[in-house]
C-alpha cells in the first residue's frame, strides 16, 4: 500500500509539472524580453464599431463612452453602440446622451453578454451594416479606455493576421482592498507573462472578457456571435484555436477594468466562471486533444487545453485520496500505519507549500514588473502581493460549489464611477 500511495503521488508530480511546464517558460521569456513591442504605424485607418454591453449600468457607463470619444483616432472612424439587456435603470438614457447609439433588449430567458452580443450582430447583419467596420471592440461597461487605445489597436490588427486581437487590462481600483487586488495581478498576469510571450512566440493569444478587438469577418462567418456558455471568452479562444484562427495581443493598448471589492460578488462571478470552463471542458476537449495531434497551431491547442483543464479538481482529488489513506492507517500496524501517514502527511504539505509559493511567485514577478502601472500606495502593493494567493486559495471551494450547483449569468455591480483623468 504504501509504494501505492508512493508512486501515485510521483506520477501525478511529474504529470502536473511537465504539463504547465511551458507556463514557467513563458515567465522566463516574458522576463528577458522587458522591452514593449516596437511601435508600428498603420497604412490603413479603419473603421471601426465599439459595442457595450450593459445591464443596470447607469452608474458607470458615461465615464466609457468619453473616454472612447477622447481618442486618438478619427472620430468619425468609431461609432460607439450601446446595447441595455434588461435594463431597469436609466443605462440607456444616459448612454444616449453620451452620444452612443442603444439598442435595448429584454429576454429574460437568454440571459448574458453572450446572447446580447449576438443580438447585436444579428441586428446590423440583417440592416446589411456588418460590412461598414473592419471591426469591433468589445467592451464592458465599467472600463476606462486608454486615449491611445484604437489607435494601437488599430496598428496590430491592419497585418490582417488575426481575427481577434486582446489588450493590456489594468485596473482602476487595485488598492481597494486584498479582493480587487487579487483579481487585478492575475490580470496582470495574464497580460504579462502568457499574452504577451505568446504574441512573440507567435502562439496564439486569448480574449478575456473585455478589452478586445473582433474581426467583422469572423463574425460574418459565425452568422454573429454564436458562443452563449458562462465564459463566452473562453468559448470563443478554444474555438479559434481549433479553427486554426489567430488571436493577437498588443501590449501598448490598454484599458483599466474595475473589480469587485465585497466577496458576496466576486464569489457569484468567480463561481460564474468555473462552472463556465467546465462547460467548455465539456463541449471542447476531445476536439482540443484531437487538435493536439493533428491540424494546425497544435500549441495553441495545447495551451487552450492546459488553460481549461481542472487541474485544481485533480490536485484536490489526490489531496482528498492522501486524507482517506491517512485516515485509514489507524486501521493497519503501528509501524506501517506510521509510515504511511508520514507519506500522506508529507505529499499534502508539499503540495499546499507548492501551491501557495508558486502563486505567491508570480504576484511579486508582477508586482515588480508592473511596479509603474500598478495605481496604489507602496504599501498596499507589498501586502497585496502577499495576499494574492490566498485570494487564489479562496478559488477551492468555489471550484467545488461549481460542480455541483446550478449557475446562472448574475450581473456584478459597479460604483467606481472614475474618470480617465483621475488616475494617475
Given at each position: 500500500?504504501?509504494?501505492?500511495?508512493?508512486?501515485?503521488?510521483t506520477?501525478?508530480?511529474?504529470?502536473?509539472?511537465a504539463?504547465?511546464?511551458?507556463q514557467?517558460?513563458?515567465?522566463?521569456?516574458?522576463?528577458?524580453?522587458?522591452?514593449?513591442?516596437?511601435?508600428?504605424?498603420?497604412?490603413t485607418?479603419?473603421?471601426?464599431?465599439?459595442i457595450?454591453c450593459a445591464?443596470?449600468?447607469?452608474?458607470?457607463?458615461?465615464?466609457?463612452?468619453?473616454?472612447?470619444?477622447?481618442?486618438?483616432?478619427?472620430?468619425?472612424?468609431?461609432?460607439i453602440y450601446?446595447?441595455?439587456?434588461?435594463?431597469?435603470?436609466?443605462?440607456?438614457?444616459?448612454?444616449?446622451?453620451?452620444?452612443?447609439?442603444?439598442?435595448?433588449?429584454f429576454?429574460?430567458?437568454?440571459?448574458?453578454?453572450?446572447?446580447?452580443?449576438?443580438?447585436?450582430?444579428?441586428?446590423?447583419?440583417?440592416?446589411?451594416?456588418?460590412?461598414?467596420?473592419?471591426?469591433?471592440?468589445?467592451?464592458?461597461?465599467?472600463?476606462?479606455?486608454?486615449?491611445?487605445?484604437?489607435?494601437e489597436?488599430?496598428?496590430?490588427?491592419?497585418?490582417?493576421?488575426?481575427?481577434?486581437?486582446?489588450?493590456?487590462?489594468?485596473?482602476?481600483?487595485?488598492?481597494?482592498?486584498?479582493?480587487?487586488?487579487?483579481y487585478?495581478?492575475?490580470?496582470?498576469?495574464?497580460?504579462?507573462?502568457?499574452?504577451?510571450?505568446?504574441?512573440?512566440?507567435?502562439?496564439?493569444?486569448?480574449?478575456?472578457?473585455?478589452?478586445?478587438l473582433?474581426?467583422?469577418k469572423?463574425?460574418?462567418?459565425?452568422?454573429g456571435w454564436p458562443?452563449h456558455?458562462?465564459?463566452?471568452?473562453?468559448?470563443?479562444?478554444?474555438?479559434?484555436?481549433?479553427r486554426?484562427?489567430?488571436?493577437?495581443?498588443?501590449?501598448?493598448?490598454?484599458?483599466?477594468?474595475?473589480?469587485?471589492t465585497?466577496?458576496?460578488?466576486?464569489?457569484?462571478?468567480?463561481?460564474?466562471?468555473?462552472?463556465?470552463?467546465?462547460?467548455?471542458?465539456?463541449?471542447?476537449?476531445?476536439?482540443?486533444?484531437?487538435?493536439?495531434?493533428?491540424g494546425?497551431?497544435?500549441?495553441?491547442?495545447?495551451?487552450?487545453?492546459?488553460?481549461?483543464?481542472?487541474?485544481?479538481?485533480?490536485?484536490?482529488?489526490?489531496?482528498?485520496?492522501?486524507?482517506?489513506?491517512?485516515v485509514?492507517?489507524?486501521?493497519?500496524?503501528?509501524?506501517?500505519?506510521?509510515?504511511?501517514?508520514?507519506?500522506?502527511?508529507?505529499?499534502?504539505?508539499?503540495?499546499?507549500?507548492?501551491?501557495?509559493?508558486?502563486?505567491?511567485?508570480?504576484?511579486?514577478?508582477?508586482?515588480?514588473?508592473?511596479?509603474?502601472?500598478?495605481y496604489?500606495?507602496?504599501?498596499?502593493?507589498?501586502?497585496?502581493?502577499?495576499?494574492?494567493?490566498?485570494?487564489?486559495?479562496?478559488?477551492?471551494?468555489?471550484?467545488?460549489?461549481?460542480?455541483?450547483?446550478?449557475?446562472?449569468?448574475k450581473?456584478?455591480?459597479h460604483?467606481?464611477?472614475?474618470?480617465?483623468?483621475?488616475?494617475?
Open positions: 500500500m504504501l509504494d501505492m500511495i508512493e508512486l501515485f503521488n506520477a501525478l508530480a511529474v504529470l502536473l509539472t504539463a504547465y511546464a511551458y514557467l517558460f513563458f515567465l522566463v521569456y516574458g522576463l528577458v524580453n522587458r522591452r514593449r513591442q516596437d511601435k508600428q504605424m498603420a497604412r485607418l479603419n473603421r471601426y464599431g465599439v457595450i445591464r443596470n449600468e447607469a452608474g458607470v457607463i458615461g465615464e466609457l463612452i468619453a473616454s472612447l470619444r477622447q481618442q486618438k483616432y478619427p472620430r468619425q472612424l468609431l461609432d450601446v446595447v441595455a439587456d434588461n435594463c431597469t435603470d436609466d443605462t440607456a438614457g444616459i448612454a444616449r446622451q453620451a452620444g452612443a447609439t442603444v439598442y435595448e433588449r429576454n429574460k430567458v437568454q440571459v448574458g453578454k453572450g446572447y446580447a452580443m449576438d443580438y447585436f450582430f444579428r441586428q446590423l447583419i440583417q440592416a446589411d451594416k456588418l460590412s461598414q467596420y473592419a471591426g469591433f471592440f468589445v467592451f464592458d461597461a465599467d472600463n476606462l479606455v486608454d486615449p491611445n487605445f484604437v489607435a489597436m488599430n496598428n496590430t490588427f491592419t497585418s490582417g493576421e488575426y481575427s481577434a486581437i486582446t489588450c493590456y487590462r489594468n485596473s482602476k481600483n487595485f488598492g481597494s482592498n486584498w479582493i480587487s487586488a487579487g487585478a495581478l492575475w490580470f496582470l498576469r495574464e497580460s504579462r507573462f502568457l499574452n504577451f510571450p505568446r504574441q512573440l512566440l507567435g502562439t496564439n493569444c486569448a480574449i478575456s472578457g473585455t478589452g478586445f473582433l474581426s467583422s469572423v463574425i460574418q462567418e459565425n452568422g458562443f456558455l458562462l465564459t463566452e471568452d473562453i468559448q470563443f479562444s478554444v474555438d479559434c484555436a481549433i486554426g484562427q489567430r488571436i493577437g495581443y498588443c501590449d501598448r493598448a490598454v484599458i483599466y477594468d474595475e473589480q469587485p465585497r466577496f458576496s460578488q466576486s464569489w457569484t462571478q468567480r463561481l460564474r466562471w468555473s462552472k463556465g470552463f467546465y462547460q467548455v471542458d465539456a463541449h471542447y476537449v476531445f476536439s482540443l486533444v484531437r487538435r493536439c495531434f493533428a494546425r497551431r497544435r500549441f495553441s491547442c495545447y495551451d487552450m487545453l492546459m488553460t481549461v483543464a481542472p487541474g485544481m479538481l485533480l490536485t484536490l482529488a489526490a489531496l482528498l485520496l492522501n486524507g482517506i489513506c491517512a485509514s492507517c489507524l486501521l493497519l500496524p503501528p509501524l506501517q500505519a506510521r509510515q504511511v501517514l508520514a507519506v500522506t502527511v508529507e505529499f499534502m504539505a508539499n503540495a499546499v507549500l507548492s501551491f501557495y509559493m508558486g502563486l505567491f511567485m508570480y504576484g511579486v514577478i508582477t508586482t515588480i514588473t508592473e511596479w509603474n502601472k500598478i496604489a500606495p507602496t504599501a498596499k502593493k507589498l501586502l497585496y502581493t502577499i495576499t494574492f494567493p490566498l485570494f487564489m486559495f479562496t478559488y477551492v471551494p468555489i471550484a467545488l460549489s461549481a460542480l455541483v450547483r446550478r449557475v446562472e449569468w450581473p456584478i455591480q460604483g467606481c464611477a472614475t474618470a480617465l483623468k483621475e488616475l494617475p
